[in-house]
């Protein structure tokens, strides 16, 4: 007995600063978990700004791009442009040297013409002889001068045509090169555009790179304590089975008590049956609608003095049973526990929610392992007479929040 008071004191002096720790921890991931959400949303956003940017940035490339094929257009219009201005200029230079021979060679001619004809026409008004030779002399020179003067002035409209000519292609190269310093303009205002475009792209990613490492730092914690409350969740567990074998070494005196008195009164208690439909609500709501996890007789109510000790009461009820008869879940849940302990035996716990459990002891074999889903009829373990039990028999309990209670209140009375 000193040692479970012993045993007892130690969980009442440990249990609630364990429970602290396990609370703050909470509270911790709690918070790691909200800050973990916040920076995905602000993760979030930036990606989204950094979509904009991307955006932007590509329509801008993209533009100059097509500028600078406009560029290219017009740089060979230029060059085409110059190219035939020069092809002219070398045209407009052989024409004006021709024109300058031309003109050499028409003066010539012109001043011999002019003096022969004045000695032609001298001797032919001074001499009178052969007036049809001097007539046709006359109209021959007549067509010559006609022809020269036709020559020259053909040259000279030669010359006003280039010097159009010329005129046009320096005035059309003239707009080319404004349209080509304009498109230079913009594309160099283009290229600003873009230079501050991509440093806001490199902000971005430099902030998104920040918001990534700040994450990956609140996971780490989160994880750490998650860590950390796995271990005080264990500590408890530890301490609750430390509890659980305290209480559960006074269960096989208190039960040979029930059955000696049992035997010696010659009255059995009332058959219990785990047929009939199971109940599929909350286990809250389950009072009184559950069946029994075995087929048997009562030997052992819930409240009643155990081993002869008045002190100490059972805080279950045990079920006579004929060995190897299937122990079914009366509620769907998850073992939490099937293991053999002290004074229980071969024991399964199922967990049903909100702070809900119940408890199969003395069974001959277990059926699930902790982990397992059950539903509820489905068999878990088989009846026995594990942990020091003389007769076959199933210890069942129920649990609210740790404490115990009547499982006649929640299973179905049997007519």
């Known amino acids: 007995m000193s040692r479970t008071v012993l045993a007892f004191a130690l969980i009442c002096l440990l249990g609630p600063a364990v429970a602290d720790e396990r609370a703050e921890a909470r509270q911790q991931i709690e918070a790691a978990r909200q800050d973990i959400a916040e920076l995905q949303k602000l993760l979030k956003q930036i ?8 955006k932007q940035l590509k329509s801008t490339e993209s533009e100059m791009g097509q500028l600078e094929k406009q560029v290219d257009t017009l740089q060979q219009e ?29 003066g010539t001619q012109a001043r011999a013409a002019y003096q022969n004809g004045r000695q032609e026409y001298v001797k032919l008004l001074l001499n009178q002889q052969n007036p049809e030779k001097f007539s046709r002399t006359l109209t021959y020179y007549d067509y010559l001068n006609k022809a020269r003067f036709e020559q020259v002035e053909s040259f000279n409209e030669t010359l006003r045509q280039l010097a159009n000519v010329e005129a046009g292609i320096q005035d059309q190269r003239s707009k080319l090169a404004e349209q080509q310093d304009g498109l230079l303009e913009r594309r160099n205002q283009l290229a600003a555009v873009r230079k501050e475009r991509q440093q806001a792209l490199a902000k971005l990613n430099s902030d998104l790179s920040t ?5 990956q730092a609140r996971r780490q914690e989160q ?7 796995k271990t005080i969740e264990e500590t408890l567990a530890r301490q609750a089975r430390e509890a659980e074998q305290a209480r559960q070494r006074e269960l096989l005196a208190e039960r040979e ?5 049992s035997g010696s009164s010659g009255a059995p208690g009332p058959l219990v049956s785990s047929a009939g439909a199971s109940f599929g609500g909350p286990f809250a709501q389950a009072k009184g609608k559950l069946p029994w996890p075995v087929n048997g007789r009562l030997v052992a109510r819930y409240g009643t003095p155990r081993g002869g000790d008045a002190r100490t009461k059972w805080d279950g009820v045990l079920i006579g049973a004929a060995v190897g008869s299937q122990v079914r879940a009366v509620h769907g849940g998850r073992v939490v526990f099937a293991d053999w302990l002290r004074g229980a035996g ?7 929610g909100n702070g809900y459990l119940t408890l199969y002891g003395h069974n001959q074999s277990l059926l699930k392992d902790a982990g397992d889903i059950v539903k509820a009829g489905e068999p878990i373990a088989t009846v026995g007479t594990s942990g020091g039990q003389e007769a076959a028999a199933l210890y069942f309990a129920i649990r609210q929040q740790g404490r115990p209670s009547d499982p006649a209140h929640w299973c179905r009375a049997q007519g």
């Open 47 to 54: 990606e989204q700004e950094k979509s904009g940017v991307q």
């Open 78 to 106: 230029i060059d085409r442009s110059e190219a035939e201005l020069e092809r002219l200029n070398e045209e407009k230079t052989t024409l004006e040297g021709a024109r300058i021979e031309q003109q050499r060679l028409i």
């Open 211 to 215: 918001r990534e490492q700040k994450l």
């Open 223 to 229: 994880a750490q304590l998650e860590r950390v409350l």
């Open 257 to 261: 008590r029930q059955q000696r008195q």
């Open 346 to 352: 071969l024991l399964v716990i199922l967990d049903h």
